[in-house]
């Protein structure tokens, strides 16, 4: 294992030696579910796959491809589409119905409204999940409880109220601290816990959330194939690992013995992955870390996504918020002759670490051992928009 210390960042190669066993439960049959329901949402429309012909010029690689999540739905985010995929499964479950032949309008326009409309969620949030969820609990008709940690900017929770029926409090507590409470308040007022993490004990909810991101990676894949591009490399950026674990586990599945080599993308304040990956055992960021890149400031990884993320990310790099600045200028100057793209902070923070690999000098060993060249196309998710936008206008008009 070789580790990189360089100026405020650490990057890890991860050879964990292991035989890369292809992970089950997020493969094309999972994502097809998801993608089915999805398309039954008013406002369904796959999000863009962008191509930055001049951006990859200037790097010196072969291409640059990013998947556009600002996008989705109305939500400025990809995470709508686990909370709203889950909400969906647990109605199914709870009303007995089977989810492969229960359509959306069963459930909101049937007899079940009545039944679904005393059900009440409960979710901690660093904004989009939560903001996924009160939109999902406006669609099904139903309440829902959210739960911000401290340092929570006021215009994430005001997102929250405005998409949808959800209660909103911002706590004084950490992100997993604020993570308990949810989940406390769920035992003792019977309300449902519908978190995008797992722990022991707690893996069916967290399932189906990651089963529903796999809509956007198929959604690229399938873009992808048609416009005859494999990519070489994959960055996903990595809050507890549950968008990163099914994306890869998805992408491994399809692409097989051509899978792109997946380079995951943390805070360097909140690298619970990359600590883990190093220890080779599950470890948890203590403290109350701050960064801007919100969505990603969680201390503790994904129990069910954690294995497949140890055994085919290849490379763990975790860095400043100016290598987020770097990715959201990038993305917002639409640099030679691209189209410009609005990312947020945690959006833009896999284009920033690319960027800087690629550019600085003082990665050079980085960038080889990552086989980086002009041969190289890359592929990104833009996770985000500007969901915190006095900062996003701060850091690219500023
Ligand atoms: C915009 C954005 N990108 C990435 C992530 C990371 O997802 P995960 O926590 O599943 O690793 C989040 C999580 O909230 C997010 O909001």
């Not at 997020?26 to 999805?38: C, K, L, S, V, W």
């Not at 991101?213 to 399938?222: D, H, V």
């Not at 470890?283 to 503790?300: D, F, I």
């Amino acid at each position: 294992m070789r580790e990189w210390l360089i100026d405020s960042y650490r990057i890890l190669e991860n050879k964990s030696g292991a035989p890369k066993a292809l992970p089950p439960g997020y493969g094309d049959a999972e994502a097809e579910q998801a993608i089915r329901f999805h398309a039954q949402i008013p406002g369904y429309a796959q999000t863009p796959l962008h191509s930055l012909p001049g951006l990859a010029r200037a790097l010196g690689v072969g291409g640059i491809y990013a998947k556009d999540e600002s996008k989705r739905f109305s939500l400025n985010a990809f995470k709508g589409l686990g909370g709203s995929y889950a909400m969906f499964r647990i109605i199914c479950e709870k009303l007995g119905l089977d989810p492969r032949e229960t359509r959306l309008k069963d459930l909101t326009e049937g007899p079940y409204r009545e039944q679904i409309s005393r059900l009440i969620f409960v979710s901690c949030t660093d904004g989009n999940h939560g903001r996924g969820v009160s939109w999902a609990a406006g669609l099904f008709g139903c309440r829902a409880h959210i739960y911000m940690p401290f340092g929570t900017r006021e215009a994430r929770a005001r997102a929250i109220r405005e998409a949808g029926p959800a209660r909103v409090e911002i706590t004084n507590l950490s992100y997993d601290d604020t993570v308990r409470k949810a989940r406390e308040l769920s035992e003792t007022k019977g309300w449902i816990l519908i978190q995008d993490t797992s722990w022991e004990g707690y893996e069916t909810i967290p399932s189906w959330i990651v089963q529903g991101y796999l809509t956007l990676a198929a959604e690229a894949a399938r873009e992808l194939d048609q416009r005859q591009i494999r990519p070489t490399h994959l960055f996903l950026q990595v809050g507890v690992g549950s968008m990163a674990g099914g994306l890869l586990a998805y992408f491994a599945n399809h692409y097989r013995e051509n899978k792109p080599l997946a380079v995951l993308v943390e805070p360097l304040v909140a690298d619970c992955l990359y600590q883990s990956v190093r220890a080779g055992a599950l470890r948890s960021v203590e403290g109350t870390p701050v960064t801007m890149m919100a969505g990603l400031n969680c201390g503790t990884p994904c129990t069910i996504t954690w294995p497949i993320l140890r055994d085919n990310a290849e490379f763990c790099v975790s860095g400043p918020d100016d290598m987020a600045a770097l990715g959201m200028r990038s993305y917002g100057k639409g640099p030679e002759g691209d189209p410009p793209m609005i990312s947020g902070e945690s959006g833009a923070s896999t284009l920033g670490a690319a960027r800087k690999i690629l550019e600085d000098p003082a990665f050079t060993e980085v960038k080889k051992a990552m086989g980086l060249d002009e041969s190289s196309r890359l592929l990104f998710i833009n996770t985000e928009g500007d969901t915190d936008p006095e900062n996003y206008k701060s850091v690219v008009e500023g």
